[in-house]
């Protein structure tokens, strides 16, 4: 074993001493040949890492051996070894993952799945295991909660919400730099409601920041990264805010929400937390959820965009301090109404967006992140319609607008690809866009165009 091992070390070698030289095309095979390389690698040494311990007795099925010798992280040795034994219960991902088909993460997901609903209702999923062959790692862990959640009683769901609620924590500590440290826990509503409040101001100070940039001086000395501006973001939220909340059980809501696949309700309300020298600020929360399983007897499930599922008490507790705007999802996408023809997509586009990819379609970055990108360009005739449009994230937006990343549509969704040599430019990129000459305004019910969802619901992929 040790020189077939030793072998394939050789092998490898070689081929990194012909990278340089090899041809696109070939780089390109290598690297799809990297994924089961790597699955099967992480196989191999999971499965030695447990003969050892077995052999020695060690009681802990090879972490600690896993983690001396191959320099595998703690949490990945322990992770590995569990999955290893669970999948003696998943047949087809085991044989998936020895084929080098699934790479060990997913199998790791599939196994948790399995321990949220039953090893029987993932086996019976091919179109799940599918997605854990096809998918990144990133990608499957939310499609992987999305199906976990929607195979999870309604019941399940809120006693986890209520856990999480019971636990939520904040602490603090002094770093040895002299810096002062945060880390914090929270149940999702609490968390969106956070995350959103915190982004939108992050949001204010970036554009700040673009305007100085623009009208000032030509130095970048100064300039912010995303994380600065989450913190800038927070201090300028506790300097201007008024009074502390009251530690009630139930903070003050807010949110906005719509609906997947059958019909859906949302709400846009805010929270009052200025000071009586600053003007009330709102927090804007998206919740996709099915109004069939909401008006189900034993509870339903939601889902807040950009954070995760939550039971149907969690969304009726948002309502009732909320506006409501609706947000409906059938085979088809229910028609938005426009007056003019316009470049920004309008706040009910924005919410539509939201409710139907969720995060950035590239990178997973949450919508607070997000903007809208226009598929075919608006100067080249691409309407501002929600099958037009997807969510982006600023550094994602600009990888489509200056390295020509591709958008697609896959099982359903949609999603960004690198550059091909071979595929067509974009079109954005290989010619000048002609402007509109005097548009002609749109009817006042002129509908959208339909986006077909009939393969994959908005929310459980």
Not at 196 to 202: G, Y
């Amino acid at each position: 074993m040790f020189s077939q091992v030793r072998q394939a070390l050789d092998s490898l070698a070689a081929a990194l001493d012909c990278v340089e030289g090899a041809p696109t095309a070939d780089l390109r095979e290598a690297l799809a040949l990297a994924k089961p390389l790597r699955a099967r690698l992480e196989t191999l040494e999971t499965a030695v890492a447990s003969q050892i311990a077995s052999r020695e007795r060690h009681g802990d099925g090879g972490a600690g051996v896993l983690h001396q010798i191959a320099a595998v992280p703690r949490s990945d040795a322990a992770r590995n070894v569990r999955t290893t034994a669970e999948l003696e219960q998943l047949p087809t991902a085991q044989s998936a993952l020895a084929d080098g088909e699934m790479c060990m993460a997913n199998a790791a997901r599939l196994a948790r799945a399995a321990r949220q609903t039953s090893p029987e209702a993932v086996q019976g999923d091919a179109e799940l295991v599918n997605l854990a062959k096809t998918l990144p790692p990133d990608e499957f862990a939310q499609a992987s909660a999305r199906w976990a959640a929607k195979h999870q009683s309604a019941a399940s769901l809120a006693e986890r919400h209520r856990r999480n609620r019971r636990n939520r924590n904040v602490r603090f500590w002094n770093g040895d730099d002299g810096t002062v440290q945060m880390r914090g826990a929270f149940d999702a509503e609490m968390g969106a409601r956070i995350q959103t409040r915190i982004r939108d101001e992050a949001e204010r100070l970036r554009q700040a920041d673009r305007r100085l940039q623009r009208d000032g001086p030509a130095d970048n000395s100064a300039a912010r990264t995303r994380d600065q501006r989450m913190a800038d973001a927070l201090d300028g939220i506790l300097t201007h805010s008024g009074s502390a909340p009251t530690a009630a059980d139930e903070p003050p809501q807010g949110g906005t929400a719509a609906g997947n696949e059958t019909t859906g309700c949302g709400h846009a309300a805010g929270d009052s937390t200025g000071s009586a020298s600053h003007r009330a600020q709102t927090t804007q929360i998206i919740v996709r959820a099915d109004l069939a399983d909401l008006l189900d007897d034993h509870g339903g499930i939601g889902e807040i965009a950009g954070t995760g599922p939550v039971p149907a008490s969690v969304i009726d507790r948002l309502c009732c301090n909320a506006d409501i705007s609706v947000v409906l999802f059938g085979k088809e996408l229910t028609p938005l109404y426009e007056a003019v023809a316009a470049r920004a997509p309008t706040a009910a586009q924005r919410r539509a967006l939201i409710a139907r990819d969720g995060a950035c379609v590239g990178c997973g970055a949450p919508p607070g992140d997000c903007e809208a990108h226009h598929i075919i360009p608006w100067l080249c005739g691409g309407p501002t319609k929600i099958d037009n449009l997807v969510l982006v994230c600023w550094s994602c937006h600009d990888k489509i607008h200056d390295h020509n990343w591709q958008v697609i549509k896959r099982n359903g969704r949609y999603g960004l690809i690198p550059p091909d040599a071979d595929s067509a430019p974009n079109p954005a990129r290989s010619k000048k866009p002609t402007p509109r000459r005097n548009p002609a305004p749109l009817q006042d019910a002129a509908p959208i165009h339909t986006l077909d969802l009939s393969r994959e619901p908005a929310l459980f992929p």
